[in-house]
């Protein structure tokens, strides 16, 4: 089993910065492919971007060039540092793990999920 735990949203402006931390626990981070998942109100999961065990990446189109996703497999967390930030990236963050090591971007290939932290970008 493996426990996520997202923190860092909350409300800020349009053009401002946001970091949101996923905090992993019982099982060894640094073998987990881990990615980044949002949900605007009335519509599905989407994919931000993923990470694969080795820390290769790969965004969404809506969030490249603004958003870098990281990891810190000494301190068992993901992170998604969000720039630019615009209206349209309100939603539900959430992280997702599973055991690979290469990345993935559909939500269905992972095991294990956070419960979300919500951002809200005010314009």
């Known amino acids: 089993q493996v426990q996520l735990v997202e923190s860092g949203g909350g409300l800020v402006q349009a053009g401002d910065s946001l970091r949101l931390s996923c905090a992993a626990s019982g099982r060894t981070f640094s073998n987990y492919a881990m990615g980044w998942f949002r949900q605007a109100p009335g519509k599905e999961r989407a994919s931000v971007g993923a990470i694969s065990s080795g820390g290769n990446t790969y965004y969404a189109d809506s969030v490249k060039g603004r958003f870098t996703i990281s990891r810190d497999n000494a301190k068992n967390t993901l992170y998604l540092q969000m720039n630019s930030l615009k209206p349209e990236d309100t939603a539900v963050y959430y992280c997702?793990?599973?055991?690979?090591?290469?990345?993935?971007?559909?939500?269905?290939?992972?095991?294990?999920w956070g419960q979300g932290t919500q951002v809200t970008v005010s314009s």
């Open positions: 997702a793990a599973r055991s690979g090591s290469g990345w993935y971007l559909r939500g269905i290939m992972y095991d294990y």
